[in-house]
Structures are given as structure tokens and as C-alpha cells.
């Protein structure tokens, strides 16, 4: 099944982009970045930017447009069963060429998880700012265990607010 990612959420003065890979089914069909309900996505922006899951989705999309905090995905579309990034196949990347062309103050670049990560490194980082930096960050997904919750913020936390 071919499964497609969403417009990017970016104020035309962002300065973080933080890149997923592909949104997983419960975003696919709640239409929303990290819908999942143990993702823990959202309540790490709660801590860093006040978008907490508790918010309405359009206010915690505008909490971090007012950051200066862009959400994409590296991909556009794939084959995917499920929401495993394992499964990811015949990936097709996004249009970074020109995100990185509206967005010219992007200065930082957030990758959440290693899928993420690879995806930048084949798909998108030649187009990488001049001068913007690239931090590849433990994923917020619930499949991603090995941290607890409270020390990923604080990883991201450390990314983010220096």
C-alpha cells in the first residue's frame, strides 16, 4: 500500500526543522503529525515550546510555528505495512530543494529517530543550508524503548534549546 506524508507545518520564518520519517497509521488517519497516543513527540514540545498533547492540534501546530519550529518528513511517500519504519520500501523523498528555498533562516536541523537519519543522509542532505546543523535525535515513537520518556526530552531538550 503506497502511504503519503503531509505538508510540512512551517512559518516562513522557521529556524528548526525537525524530520521524521513517515507519519505512522494512527497519524495517517487522525490527518495529523504523531497522533499516536504514546508517541512522545508531542509532550516533549509541551515541555520546550508549550505544545502539549492536551492542546487542540491547530493550537499546538501554531505553538510551534510561533518557535520558529518547522515539522516534516523525509519522505513523501513509500510502501509501508503498518508503522514500522523496518517496513519502509520504495521510498520517494520529499522536495527538500525547495522547503530549504522558502525557508531560508533554517539554521538546525532535528532528525527524529535513525530511520530519519538515514533517510537526511540519502535523500536530502545535499540540499542541507549552508551553515545549518544537523542533529540526529532518539526517536519519539513508542516502538523506540530503550529510553524512557523523560530522557529523551532531555536530550531533546539539550538539542534544541542551545
Known amino acids: 500500500m503506497i502511504i503519503r506524508s503531509f505538508a510540512p507545518i512551517a512559518a516562513p520564518d522557521a ?7 513517515m507519519p505512522g497509521m494512527a497519524s495517517l488517519e487522525a490527518g495529523q503529525y504523531y497522533a499516536h497516543p504514546r508517541n512522545s ?37 513509500c510502501v509501508r505495512e503498518g508503522s ?8 520517494v523523498a520529499n522536495d527538500f ?3 530549504f528555498a522558502r525557508h531560508q533562516t ?9 530511520k530519519a537519519a538515514a533517510g537526511f543522509r540519502q535523500h536530502a542532505v ?3 543550508p549552508v551553515g545549518a ?25 539539550a538539542a534544541l534549546q542551545s
Open 15 to 21: 529556524h528548526t526543522l525537525i524530520l521524521g520519517s
Open 41 to 77: 513527540f508531542w509532550p516533549i514540545m509541551g515541555v520546550l515550546y508549550g505544545a502539549a498533547p492536551d492542546l487542540a492540534y491547530a493550537e499546538r501546530v501554531d505553538r510551534l510555528k510561533a518557535s520558529g519550529v518547522a515539522v516534516w518528513d523525509v519522505l513523501q511517500s
Open 84 to 91: 514500522l519504519d523496518a517496513g519502509i520500501r520504495e521510498e
Open 97 to 99: 530543494s525547495a522547503f
Open 106 to 114: 533554517i539554521r538546525r536541523i532535528a532528525l527524529n529517530g535513525a
Open 126 to 128: 545535499r540540499f542541507l
Open 133 to 157: 546543523s544537523v542533529l540526529a535525535l532518539p526517536s519519539t515513537s513508542p516502538a523506540h524503548a530503550a529510553r524512557r520518556m523523560e530522557e529523551k526530552c532531555a536530550i531533546w531538550r
